[in-house]
């Protein structure tokens, strides 16, 4: 059955390096930073009876699930293993979490996430349990969230065209002023970490 269903992937993307596909990636980008954010905190909510959680940027868009879809559609093929498939919806969320994780601590000295309570876990960035977790929604993702979203890009091309740039402007403005509000106070006052 699952294969199937992975033989039916026809993401037919555009090129990367083109004006099309800038404002495709924009696009998907968009949509599923956003769908991360309402994940998290829908799930902070279930657990915590709090909707908002810390987040590195200050509007609604976790960067983090805009990565991970993206580059699953990117490296699953058309006619690509069902087992291949299972591995890539496990390794490319959890190395994106993982270097997202890792980066952010590096950066700004603190964790958005620990999972050092976990079981099999490393450093409090990842652990399996959350990794077996992005297999179901990587899949979800594939199979049936981004065929919707193709239909409604094509749906939307023509508007999306004049307002993309003003998007990508908006995630470049986001990044620095979360990295400017998420400085340490020691960068902050141009003296380097001890």
């Given at each position: 059955m699952l294969q199937s269903l992975v033989s039916?992937?026809?993401?037919?993307?555009?090129?990367?390096?083109?004006?099309?596909g800038a404002m495709a990636v924009v696009f998907f980008f968009t949509i599923y930073s956003f769908f991360g954010w309402l994940l998290e905190n829908s799930y902070n909510y279930a657990r915590k009876r709090v909707f908002f959680k810390d987040n590195f940027f200050f509007g609604p868009f976790?960067?983090?699930?805009?990565f991970a879809p993206l580059l699953l559609i990117f490296l699953?093929?058309?006619?690509?293993?069902?087992?291949?498939v299972l591995?890539?919806?496990?390794?490319?969320?959890?190395?994106v979490e993982y270097c997202s994780g890792f980066?952010?601590?590096?950066?700004?000295?603190?964790?958005?996430?620990?999972?050092?309570?976990?079981?099999w876990q490393l450093q409090g960035h990842i652990c399996f349990s959350?990794?077996?977790?992005?297999?179901?929604?990587?899949?979800?993702?594939?199979l049936f969230i981004?065929?919707?979203?193709?239909?409604?890009?094509?749906a939307i091309g023509s508007y999306w065209a004049?307002?993309?740039?003003?998007?990508?402007?908006?995630?470049?403005?986001?990044?620095?002023?979360?990295?400017?509000?998420?400085?340490?106070?020691?960068?902050?006052?141009?003296?380097?970490?001890?």
């Open positions: 039916g992937f026809e993401f037919e993307m555009p090129v990367l390096l083109s004006w099309d976790k960067p983090m699930y805009g699953i093929g058309k006619d690509m293993h069902w087992s291949i591995l890539l919806c496990f390794l490319i969320p959890t190395i980066l952010l601590e590096w950066f700004f000295g603190r964790k958005w996430w620990d999972y050092s309570g976990h079981k959350y990794s077996v977790c992005w297999i179901a929604l990587s899949l979800a993702c594939i981004h065929p919707g979203l193709i239909a409604l890009y094509s004049w307002i993309w740039p003003t998007v990508a402007l908006y995630f470049l403005g986001e990044f620095l002023f979360a990295i400017r509000r998420h400085m340490p106070e020691k960068l902050r006052a141009g003296n380097p970490i001890q």
